[in-house]
């Protein structure tokens, strides 16, 4: 079992940046796949960006990519999402996911695919 908590979302102006924290509890988040996803109003959550167990490889949403980074720091159990350049449809409230992963370099891009999830962190882009 793994507690996940959100922090570092807020509201920004568009083409501000935010840097989103999760830090999980319960076991080392070493050994888990990451995830962040987020979901606006009226709208299914969607993937955003994935880490495998060893920070080896990352995968972001065409809609974030070249703007959202996705990193792991496993000495501290703690994922980050930095975010670049954001705009209005960026809005939304993300959220951070785990799940245990028998791989090193697989990640996870479905929120089926998921055991764990975070309460949530609203980011609000202002235009």
């Known amino acids: 079992q793994v507690q996940l908590v959100e922090s570092g979302g807020g509201l920004v102006q568009a083409g501000g940046s935010l840097r989103l924290s999760c830090a999980a509890s319960g076991r080392t988040v070493s050994i888990y796949g990451m995830g962040w996803f987020r979901q606006a109003p009226g709208k299914e959550r969607e993937f955003v960006a994935a880490?495998?167990?060893?920070?080896?490889?990352?995968y972001s949403a065409d809609s974030v990519k070249g703007r959202f980074t996705i990193s792991r720091d496993n000495a501290k159990n703690t994922v980050y999402l930095q975010m670049n350049s954001l705009n209005p449809e960026d809005t939304a409230v993300y959220y951070c996911a785990a799940r245990q992963s028998v791989s090193g370099s697989i990640y996870y891009t479905l929120v089926d695919e998921y055991w764990y999830w975070g309460q949530g962190t609203q980011v609000t882009v202002s235009s």
């Open positions: 880490i495998s167990r060893s920070g080896g490889n990352t």
